[in-house]
């Protein structure tokens, strides 16, 4: 949980940085929420549509021969939305205003990805170095989540689906 | 009527003293272009935050009643003078020069005219 902790405090710095920030969250680049400084929006649906969107960024920065994502900016009639690369395992996207100072947005954004990406990459090597009894006691949602390095970044996870063990019975008079 | 490239070039040649130059907008904080500057002194950097000066100093003349324009801000540092300019007119709306000028070289009365003279022959 360590690493939840300090992605947080991470958030929360970049919200006292960044006066015209609504909202931060920090999720791995399949869709789940590591951190989020985000209220009155959903994080779940936010890192889930951060990583959709992530698929196509990665495809487009690929076929255009641009080399590797860093960072992508979307601008609504009201605000923005940010997404910056944090490593290779993780995003961090950014709500903000309108008025916001995209400059600083940028620099903020980008400093914080790759503090976000250090802290990732610890846990991931942090077992080795020590803490292994806080591992032992709650297995990390983030290291189990981000530990599916075999398929290529920005693709979509295959889910083969179960057979179920057996077939279900009809229901009685349930099309009637 | 002078284009970007050659603006920033014409502040660093005729100007005393200048070492970097940026076309900065104040409405998003992003360089429209950037010349000199070095590894410590990032130009994305300052056109943030000097972004930030210019909506503070906007928006307290706001607060203040005061109907007036900003032409230029000077920041007077230990060995360094910044010069901030506003863009008038249509096409330089939102947008200010960043200027920085090394104070041991620089002729602060010269550098303001000179810099007024290639702001208003800029043309975005």
């Not at chain 1, 006292?16 to 989020?36: E, F, K, M």
């Not at chain 1, 961090?92 to 990459?121: P, Q, W």
């Not at chain 2, 010349?35 to 950097?45: A, D, H, I, M």
Request: aromatic residues 4%; positive net charge.
């Amino acid at each position: 949980m360590a690493v939840e902790t300090d992605v947080l405090a991470e958030l929360q710095r970049l919200r006292n940085r960044i006066p015209q920030l609504t909202g931060s969250l920090a999720a791995t680049v399949d869709g789940l929420v590591l951190a989020q400084d985000a209220p009155g929006t959903e994080p779940e649906g936010l890192a889930a549509l951060t990583a959709a969107v992530l698929g196509v960024a990665y495809r487009m920065t690929d076929a255009t021969e641009r080399g590797d994502f860093r960072e992508l900016l979307v601008r609504g009639a009201d605000g923005y939305v940010a997404t910056y690369a944090a490593g290779p395992t993780a995003v961090l996207t950014l709500l903000a205003e309108g008025r916001v100072n995209v400059g600083r947005l940028h620099l903020e954004g980008r400093r914080s990805g790759v503090r976000i990406a250090d802290l990732v990459a610890a846990a991931r090597t942090g077992p080795e170095t020590g803490r292994q009894g806080d591992r032992a006691r709650k297995p990390d949602r983030l290291l189990t989540a981000s530990a599916d390095t075999s398929r290529p970044i920005g693709t979509l996870p295959v889910r083969t689906p179960q057979p179920p063990p057996r077939r279900p019975r009809p229901q009685a008079g349930g099309n009637r | 009527m002078a284009n970007l490239e050659t603006s920033l070039k014409e502040c660093l040649s005729s100007i005393d003293g200048a070492t970097a130059a940026a076309l900065v907008d104040y409405t998003s904080g992003m360089a429209l272009g950037t010349l000199g500057g070095s590894k410590n002194f990032n130009l994305e950097v300052a056109a943030a935050g000097n972004t930030d000066v210019v909506r503070s100093k906007l928006r307290t003349m706001e607060h203040l009643g005061l109907k007036e324009e900003i032409e230029d801000i000077l920041i007077t540092l230990n060995t360094q003078y910044h010069l901030i300019r506003l863009l008038k007119g249509r096409s330089g709306n939102g947008l200010f020069l960043y200027l920085v000028l090394e104070s041991s070289r620089a002729n602060l009365a010269m550098a303001r005219h000179q810099l007024r003279r290639i702001e208003a022959e800029l043309d975005v």
